[in-house]
């Protein structure tokens, strides 16, 4: 079992920044091969792929909306997920979730992660 929690998310204005961090407990990223990815939910839509990372941070993937802007790392040692958001805009407004697959390698789609945080909620105001 995998719990997770995230945080860092807040209002910002347009073209600021924010770092979100998923930071896991129970199994540990040292001890189980498990990829992450971040997710996200606008008000009225379904929950989107953002990133996802594999578990020795050999391969990342990113949704085309967020590429050059957004930045998935993780540190195992640390049990932590982060995902660095630069030039934010009003369209990226919503509630973040982190979560874990039990595979060393992320996927794009939720169903096939097997723990989830609470989620954080991103603000970007115009």
């Known amino acids: 079992q995998v719990q997770l929690v995230e945080s860092g998310g807040g209002l910002v204005q347009t073209g600021g920044s924010l770092r979100l961090s998923c930071v896991a407990s129970g199994h540990t990223f040292t001890n189980y091969a498990y990829a992450a990815g971040w997710f996200r939910q606008a008000p009225g839509k379904e929950r989107e792929f953002v990133a996802s990372i594999s578990w020795r941070a050999e391969n990342t993937y990113y949704t085309d909306s967020v590429k050059g802007r957004f930045i998935i790392s993780r540190d195992n040692a640390k049990n932590t997920v982060y995902l660095h958001m630069n030039s934010l805009e009003p369209e990226d407004t919503a509630v973040y979730y982190c979560?874990?697959?039990?595979?060393?390698?992320?996927?794009?789609?939720?169903?096939?992660?097997?723990?989830w945080g609470q989620g954080t909620q991103v603000t970007v105001s115009s």
């Open positions: 979560a874990v697959r039990e595979s060393a390698y992320g996927s794009t789609w939720p169903n096939e992660y097997d723990y």
